[in-house]
């Protein structure tokens, strides 16, 4: 009983710190200039470089795969153990 109090609690301060973070970030959107929106996409594209291994490619979808059906199984069991509280 005490672990699934301490996951809401938790669950409801990441919901919080979500809410401020995207606060922020739109007060920061609304006063950024044209100017300053193309510089950071300029940055974020000459930052990224394509993986052309098809085999880490595919490693990469894998991994991808795996991490949604943990993250799946994570949420079904605490849903599961809401129902029971």
């Known amino acids: 009983?005490?672990?699934?109090e301490l996951i809401r609690e938790t669950l409801a301060g990441y919901a919080r710190a979500n809410?401020?973070?995207e606060d922020e970030r739109m007060e920061r959107f609304a006063h950024m200039t044209p100017e300053e929106s193309r510089a950071i996409y300029?940055?974020?594209v000459e930052g990224w470089h394509p993986t052309?291994?098809?085999t880490?490619?595919?490693?990469m979808d894998l991994w991808?795969?795996?991490?949604l059906v943990a993250i799946?199984?994570?949420l079904d069991r605490l849903a599961k153990a809401q129902r029971t509280v």
């Open 42 to 44: 300029d940055d974020l």
């Open 72 to 74: 799946r199984h994570a």
């Open 52 to 54: 052309t291994s098809s």
């Open 56 to 59: 880490e490619m595919e490693w």
């Open 1 to 4: 009983m005490l672990q699934a």
């Open 64 to 67: 991808r795969a795996e991490t």
């Open 19 to 21: 809410e401020v973070i």
